[in-house]
């Protein structure tokens, strides 16, 4: 790991990955061990790898499946699959299974194809499904807090794109915690450290069994190009990324940076007529608005 100036054997790895996260839950205050913790799965290495290391750990971590529904290749069968594999080698870890399809009537391909005339990817569907899900079973359920396995080039790569475009609103909101606030589960990224290549060694090392292949309509996404170009960069700066990130973080935790949002007070919220969940919108929230269907 040239960024760290540093090379592991096999078990020192392993134990330096868990030390670390560890460390990263400590100095964000993300959680404390008495506290109920939800980790978002998908079937990838990222997800599975935090699941692990969260159990290894001993922290009370169960995990939650959301089946978007996607065909393409089998992806979710197969993300499933890898899920119910790793839980039933952890039985002391219990899974939530949310299945979108028979939960609310249509896939994500086929409300997003539905909402959008078949235009363009459903990514935008796609992710307004999952927080809405993520938020409501961490709620319903009683956790504390949910947990996502995004790693330090996922970061990387929104907050690239996120400077890149001045968009000061996700600018402001982007941190290895969301504080909860009304409505709204605590949100931490105890993985948000480390590159993705150190995740993936994790995840080979201790035999962690994922699926490999990216979301198919992920294909010739934004954020996977800007990882092109930042891994370039890190290739000629061996540390670059780690630097961006971890310094962004620091100068907003220390406000040497300011956005316009920071001044302001927050909008106004309320609950969804329908799912209860806080929204800025007048009536029915977004989520609640995608299941409307029109003639």
Not at 218 to 234: F, R
Request: glycine share 6%; net charge negative.
């Amino acid at each position: 790991m040239r960024h760290h100036k540093l090379a592991l054997c096999a078990d020192h790895f392993i134990e330096w990955v868990v030390q670390q996260t560890q460390r990263s839950i400590e100095k964000y205050e993300m959680f404390s061990r008495d506290k109920r913790i939800l980790v978002a799965v998908s079937g990838g290495k990222d997800s599975l790898s935090l699941w692990d290391i969260l159990l290894e750990l001993g922290y009370k971590a169960d995990g939650l499946y959301i089946d978007l529904g996607i065909e393409n290749n089998d992806y979710s069968e197969t993300s499933l699959e890898k899920v119910l594999q790793f839980a039933s080698a952890h039985p002391e870890a219990h899974l939530h299974v949310v299945d979108v399809k028979a939960l609310y009537g249509e896939s994500v391909p086929e409300v997003a194809s539905r909402v959008r005339r078949g235009k363009g990817k459903p990514c935008s569907v796609c992710g307004l499904i999952k927080r809405h899900e993520m938020n409501r079973v961490t709620l319903e359920e009683g956790y504390d807090v949910l947990a996502t396995g995004h790693n330090l080039d996922d970061e990387v790569a929104v907050l690239f794109s996120n400077t890149l475009h001045w968009q000061t609103g996700y600018l402001a909101r982007q941190a290895p915690v969301l504080p909860e606030a009304s409505g709204l589960a605590r949100k931490v990224k105890p993985l948000c450290r480390f590159y993705e290549r150190e995740v993936a060694a994790y995840a080979l090392v201790k035999g962690i069994d994922y699926i490999h292949d990216e979301c198919p309509f992920a294909v010739g996404a934004k954020t996977i190009y800007y990882k092109t170009l930042l891994n370039q960069l890190e290739e000629r700066s061996p540390g670059a990324k780690h630097q961006f990130y971890l310094n962004y973080v620091d100068a907003r935790s220390h406000q040497r940076i300011r956005f316009a949002e920071d001044g302001e007070s927050p909008p106004e919220m309320h609950p969804c007529p329908r799912c209860g969940q806080p929204t800025t919108a007048p009536g029915l929230c977004a989520f609640c608005r995608l299941w409307e269907r029109k003639e």
